[in-house]
Nanobody, 122 residues
Framework: DVQLVESGGGSVQAGGSLRLSCVAS????????MGWFRQAPGKAREGVAG???????AAADSVKGRFTISRDSAKTTLFLEMNSLKPDDTAMYYC?????????????????WGQGTQVTVS
């Protein structure tokens, strides 16, 4: 089984930056897509950014130009560089993996999830 552990969350002021990391352990050979999602209290989980099996990345319109997703070549560590943070970015952030994702921003495409890391922007 694949296990995912996120880190890097915290509290920052608006305009600040954070870098989230997600380390995958276990059998990751067939895990082709990886993504970041977030969920604020009372809201549905939404896709933030993802990387497909072919290595192509996509990001939600709300974070384009501010957030950058990347991963290492072994597909064992996923990163999310977050700049120009806004209070609306406050949420629990989760990383996830899936075998194949037609839409890397859709939570339903993923089958393994981490426990999350909290990001608070004031």
């Amino acid at each position: 089984d694949v296990q995912l552990v996120e880190s890097g969350g915290g509290s920052v002021q608006a305009g600040g930056s954070l870098r989230l990391s997600c380390v995958a352990s276990g059998y990751t050979y067939d895990k082709g897509c990886m993504g970041w999602f977030r969920q604020a209290p009372g809201k549905a989980r939404e896709g933030v950014a993802g990387i497909g099996t072919n290595g192509v990345a996509a990001a939600a319109d709300s974070v384009k130009g501010r957030f950058t997703i990347s991963r290492d070549s072994a597909k064992t560590t996923l990163f999310l560089e977050m700049n120009s943070l806004k209070p609306d970015d406050t949420a629990m952030y989760y990383c996830a993996t899936g075998v194949y994702c037609a839409n890397v921003l859709s939570p339903s495409e993923y089958d393994t999830w981490g426990q999350g890391t909290q990001v608070t922007v004031s």
